[in-house]
């Protein structure tokens, strides 16, 4: 049997070597020496890098792909071969040079890593004096970036629509990029797109539809190739004055432009702070439910999820955020997946200071203890999962989706790291460090090393303060030394909701204090929510909801708070509205918890497999991968 054995295995490898030497296709690889990974990336950036890429590309609704050539100028140092990342792409052919006089050349599609997540090295033999890199290719149903909806998901149910999502490593899925936040590029594109469709990137955007659907995009300052961006779709565009604006579907052009009136003032306040935007225009991009994120920060353009359309302006700290990246993120970018803090806890420090100016401070302050009071049940989380060392600013990634260390950690430990250190140096001191921090480094890439070497020198030794960061960035939970923010606000919420579940004679409704939604702030309803019990009885749930509507609250925060309470508490009576909420609404951050509520809970379990396997359609890859994984599928 051994021996037999033995003979098998030869000849299949036998087989194998023929099978993956005949083509040049990702399906059937060549073998060949595994190409190291660093930072998450295949690519050979220290030898050749792209310094600007063009992409000349169709958008084909039809068979939902897109097709044509990335062409890539890059900076050769020497080196032979040239690699890129590829993951889910059908490559048809390389060449070198210029458009009018290419050269074909050879290519492989190496090995993968352990980790599948990763896709592929492509690797292009070159000469030493290559510059010039043209990949032609297509995407597939693999592109994990691309959303491809059918009309129904949108607003206007009438026009399909497209949009993608590159963070953290998803570019490779759609474009053939050395997939690292460490290299910055310049990019233009020329899109061929239904002419009855508007496309728009991040970079110079049209305002308005042209009859042939050919659109032209320049992005002038470098990026990393994760804020390239595309959206096509039914859109129109609506000017808010100062540089800002909205790209929306017909249907939400008012609503949209009443949402987020406050944006030029966000632009003058974030200005005002920490230097002059760097990017020319600032736009939002309200997309389908589908969209998994609350915000992207794409540069010129940033994505924004419709359920940010509350109808009172209450969830614009979203916006505040994205803008804020327009500094740290883009401007200032984290070298490596590793170092993502540097991107998001700056982002919400600031984000806190533009709404500072926006709302006052006691705003302010309310909106940092919700995210802090959210904080707090993500390191319980982490202390019980298999990886505790996540509570740590600076994580080890290696090996390890990058999409896990996109946790409140980074978000808000990283911001009350920041909030900490102002409280020590005080807020002039704290600003013109943030100020020089962004000129100093602005469009170029961070990792925690640098940021330690030039707090230090340029802030705590200046001054001769002492302050343990170490405790901060290397070490889990959050430090004693933690600023402390107060809510009197909180505090009495907080005292109502268990008052108002611990009473065992329930006083008259009218007489309750908490009787009119308007008595109070959405973050003092979703304080009141979190603190009622987790098992309160139905009895006391039907008066909540049958008064305050909780189940029918047209933000998106309140639904969800009050969907997670009413699973716990097996309050059934919400779960049709909870069930439309899954249909509806893609937002990674709502519907993952409430899956996993649903999974942990017996009596939802079955729910939760049924309700998925009908809408995971619905979702982006960024949500339904996450929401299958939770639900061991």
């Given at each position: 049997?051994?021996?037999?054995?033995?003979?098998?295995?030869?000849k299949l490898s036998l087989l194998a070597l023929l099978i993956f030497s005949c083509s040049n296709s990702e399906s059937e690889t060549k073998l060949q020496k595994r190409i190291p990974v660093k930072n998450h990336s295949f690519s050979n950036i220290e030898e050749i890098n792209t310094t600007h890429l063009h992409l000349d590309l169709s958008v084909d609704f039809i068979n939902k792909k897109l097709n044509g050539v990335a062409r890539h100028k890059m900076s050769n140092h020497g080196s032979n071969k040239a690699i890129f990342d590829i993951k889910g792409l059908k490559i048809h052919k390389v060449t070198t040079g210029h458009s009018e006089n290419e050269k074909a050349r050879d290519y492989k599609i190496g090995p993968g890593s352990k980790n599948p997540m990763l896709g592929h090295p492509l690797i292009v033999n070159i000469d030493k004096n290559t510059s010039f890199v043209n990949i032609y290719y297509e995407t597939t149903e693999e592109s994990e970036a691309l959303d491809w909806l059918d009309s129904a998901l949108t607003s206007s149910k009438n026009k399909p629509f497209l949009y993608t999502q590159g963070q953290a490593i998803l570019t490779r899925t759609w474009i053939p990029i050395q997939d690292a936040p460490s290299n910055r590029i310049t990019y233009s594109a020329d899109l061929k797109v239904p002419s009855d469709l508007l496309a728009v990137m991040s970079a110079?955007?049209?305002?308005?539809?042209?009859?042939?659907?050919?659109?032209?995009?320049?992005?002038?300052?470098?990026?990393?190739?994760?804020?390239?961006?595309?959206?096509?779709?039914?859109?129109?565009?609506?000017?808010?004055?100062?540089?800002?604006?909205?790209?929306?579907?017909?249907?939400?052009?008012n609503e949209s432009m009443y949402e987020f009136e406050?944006?030029?003032?966000?632009?003058?306040?974030?200005?005002?702070?920490?230097?002059?935007?760097?990017?020319?225009?600032?736009?939002?991009?309200?997309?389908?439910?589908?969209?998994?994120?609350?915000?992207?920060?794409?540069?010129?353009?940033?994505?924004?999820?419709?359920?940010?359309?509350?109808?009172?302006?209450?969830?614009?700290?979203?916006?505040?955020?994205?803008?804020?990246?327009?500094?740290?993120?883009?401007?200032?970018?984290?070298?490596?997946?590793?170092?993502?803090?540097?991107?998001?806890?700056?982002?919400?420090?600031?984000?806190?200071r533009i709404m500072e100016e926006i709302i006052g401070k006691s705003g302010a302050d309310n909106l940092a203890l919700i995210e802090f009071f959210e904080l707090q049940e993500e390191l319980e989380r982490i202390e019980n999962s298999g990886h505790p060392e996540d509570a740590h600013l600076f994580l080890d990634l290696d090996g390890r989706d990058p999409d896990d260390g996109m946790t409140d950690v980074a978000y808000v430990k990283g911001a009350f790291f920041l909030k900490t250190l102002e409280s020590n140096v005080g807020r002039d001191k704290m600003d013109v460090f943030l100020n020089n921090y962004f000129n100093h480094f602005k469009f170029t890439s961070v990792n925690t090393e640098k940021f330690v070497s030039y707090l230090e020198k340029e802030l705590l030794q200046k001054y001769s303060i002492d302050f343990n960061y170490k405790e901060?960035?290397?070490?889990?939970?959050?430090?004693?030394?933690?600023?402390?923010?107060?809510?009197?606000?909180?505090?009495?919420?907080?005292?109502?909701?268990?008052?108002?579940?611990?009473?065992?004679?329930?006083?008259?409704?009218?007489?309750?204090?908490?009787?009119?939604?308007?008595?109070?702030?959405?973050?003092?309803?979703?304080?009141?929510?979190?603190?009622?019990?987790?098992?309160?009885?139905?009895?006391?749930?039907?008066?909540?909801?049958?008064?305050?509507?909780?189940?029918?609250?047209?933000?998106?925060e309140i639904q969800f708070e009050w969907f997670m309470k009413s699973i716990s508490s097996n309050y059934t009576a919400a779960y049709p509205y909870l069930k439309s909420f899954l249909e509806k609404i893609g937002r990674r951050k709502f519907i993952l918890p409430l899956y996993e509520a649903l999974y942990e809970n017996e009596n939802t379990r079955q729910k939760a497999l049924d309700w998925f396997n009908q809408f995971k359609k619905n979702y982006h890859a960024v949500s339904s991968n996450s929401i299958a994984e939770a639900l061991k599928l």
């Open positions: 049997m051994v021996k037999n054995n033995i003979k098998l295995i030869f110079s955007n049209p305002k308005e539809k042209n009859n042939e659907g050919n659109y032209h995009f320049d992005m002038k300052q470098p990026i990393p190739c994760y804020l390239i961006a595309l959206a096509v779709g039914d859109l129109v565009y609506g000017d808010l004055g100062n540089q800002t604006g909205v790209y929306c579907e017909p249907e939400l052009l406050d944006l030029p003032n966000m632009m003058k306040a974030a200005e005002k702070l920490y230097g002059k935007y760097a990017w020319d225009q600032y736009d939002l991009l309200i997309l389908p439910y589908s969209f998994p994120f609350g915000g992207m920060e794409n540069p010129r353009l940033t994505f924004a999820n419709p359920t940010l359309l509350a109808g009172d302006r209450s969830l614009v700290s979203v916006i505040a955020h994205e803008l804020a990246h327009s500094w740290s993120g883009n401007l200032v970018t984290n070298e490596t997946w590793n170092d993502f803090w540097l991107n998001e806890g700056f982002t919400v420090y600031f984000e806190n901060w960035i290397y070490q889990p939970g959050i430090p004693q030394s933690c600023v402390d923010l107060k809510s009197d606000g909180f505090e009495n919420v907080k005292e109502m909701a268990f008052a108002f579940a611990n009473d065992s004679t329930f006083v008259k409704w009218e007489n309750v204090p908490f009787n009119k939604r308007s008595n109070y702030s959405v973050q003092e309803w979703l304080t009141f929510i979190r603190h009622l019990p987790s098992d309160i009885d139905n009895e006391r749930m039907n008066i909540l909801d049958e008064n305050l509507s909780f189940s029918e609250w047209t933000n998106a």
